[in-house]
């Protein structure tokens, strides 16, 4: 008997599911069995407004042709070929067209499989890069409290998010970690916050402690996305640079979630007009189809390992799944989807829509804060006493419910929609969580 995928299967046993609450989602299980443009359709055949991009990763919205008919030419003519040693056309031009929209500067495009491994590339890169000048004793990377860099033991080092951390050892050593940037006295501030630049400065208090020969590299995201929405303060990631270009610090800016046109343009380097060394990219680089991610980087990194014998090996790195044919074709159809939407741009011509709907969920029950920037929001709620996280986790079933997709980490819900979304399914996202807060106060 074939499977029929459109009804919820009766046994959840096997699958452990990633980042999820299990029990309870096996006790009331949210199934998706299909997608297109703004909505998802579940197994019990209700319409779902996809608030979320799925995971912040497909910008241009769900099953777009052009991405679907790539794909499926692509798997049928060449499945799958080798990056080690050998190439394909697609994985060369898709690496073309990255740096065509990339910040200038940035020349060359390492490939790997998603978020995790672009964060893992880009350290690695990063202590290697600075071996291959002959200065090896710059071994320290510098991440930042409550920053999320994926789930590999690099990513979770350097990240900051406590749980993301506390279950796994010791991880890697030589880490230090900045302050986050989120103050109190930005609440409820549109866009990006005034007060916090000085908060950079704490790189030069790492510096002095550790001497900067031994700093390899800062990592941070611009917009730091799964924490929960924390925008950079006007002036902080322009500080960032000016301190890690005095020390001779490699500047990794970690675009997994603002990569791809999530602040209204390309990427949020190009955005806050800040150039950092290397980029991490993913999510959007292929929208979401199929697995792929990135690590951009100027020529100055890469030419540093182009020396040595020609028959020899420069990067002892990469994936089975690097420039993967299908991922290639994906990346080169969903690049042209997002130039014929105009889509990496279209979140700045949609922002101040966005953010006076948001700021009008102000004064609902138990909402402490609101923040936005591009096509990314959050409302962050008061936590209820000894239950934290439970508050917008009932929030985040009766939107689902309801008819909506958000995200929540702790008491705070972000929003991502795709950047195909109109003012009135803003209006609809908007409108429902709204309705969600009221019923839930
Ligand atoms: C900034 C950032 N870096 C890395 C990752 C990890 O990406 P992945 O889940 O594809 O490994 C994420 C995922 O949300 C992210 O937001």
Redesign the pocket.
């Known amino acids: 008997m074939p499977l029929d995928r459109k009804s919820a299967p009766n046994d959840l046993r096997a699958f452990w599911m990633p980042f999820t609450a299990n029990r309870q989602f096996k006790s009331a299980p949210r199934m998706l069995v299909a997608a297109k443009d703004m909505y998802y359709t579940t197994s019990d055949g209700r319409q779902i407004l996809d608030g979320t991009a799925g ?3 497909c910008n241009a919205g769900h099953c777009r042709p052009k991405i679907t008919e790539a794909v499926q030419a692509q798997v049928a003519e060449m499945d799958y070929a080798p990056a080690f040693q050998m190439g394909h056309p697609l994985a060369f031009e898709l690496a073309n067209r990255i740096v065509d929209i990339a910040p200038d500067g940035i020349e060359h495009v390492f490939y790997c ?7 893992d590339t880009a350290l690695k890169i990063a202590l290697a890069y600075h071996r291959a000048r002959g200065d090896s004793a710059r071994t320290r990377l510098i991440g930042r409290e409550r ?6 033991f690099g ?1 979770i080092s350097v990240g900051g998010i406590v749980n993301n951390r506390r279950f796994f050892g010791s991880l890697l050593t030589g880490v230090d970690h900045l302050p986050h940037t989120h103050l109190p006295e930005n609440a409820f501030t549109k866009g990006q916050p005034e007060h916090g630049a000085n908060l950079a400065d704490e790189l030069e208090r790492i510096i002095a402690l550790h001497g900067a020969e031994t700093i390899a590299a800062v990592i941070v ?1 611009p917009m ?3 924490t929960g929405v924390l925008l950079p303060p006007k002036g902080y990631l322009k500080r960032l640079r000016e301190i890690t270009h005095k020390h001779g610090i490699l500047l990794i800016f ?5 990569g791809f046109g999530r602040l209204g343009s390309p990427f949020a380097a190009q955005h806050f007009d800040v150039m950092p060394d290397m980029i ?1 990219c ?2 959007g680089l292929t929208n979401g189809v199929i ?1 792929m ?1 990135a690590v951009l980087t100027t020529a100055q990194i890469h030419d540093a390992f182009m020396q040595g014998p020609e028959h020899v090996i420069e990067l002892f790195h990469g994936y089975t799944y690097s420039g993967n044919p299908v991922a290639c074709a994906a990346g080169l159809a969903t690049l042209d989807t997002y130039a014929e939407d105009g889509l990496l741009t279209r979140a700045a011509d949609l922002e101040t829509y966005w953010q006076e709907a948001l700021h009008g969920l102000k004064g609902l029950p138990h909402v402490v804060d609101i923040r936005n920037m591009g096509l990314i929001g959050a409302v962050e709620l008061a936590p209820m006493e000894c239950q934290p996280g439970k508050r917008a986790f009932d929030v985040f079933v009766k939107a689902f419910e309801a008819g909506i997709m958000i995200r929540i980490t702790g008491d705070i819900i972000a929003m991502s929609p795709p950047l195909i979304i109109s003012k009135e399914q803003i209006d609809e996202l908007v409108g429902t969580l709204a309705e969600v807060l009221r019923q839930a106060g």
Do not use: F, R
């Open positions: 995971l912040w990763c499989n998603s978020g995790s491994e672009a964060v920053g999320y860099h994926g789930v590999g990513g995201e730091a996305g799964s970690d675009e997994v979630i603002t991490t993913a999510k697995p991610g």
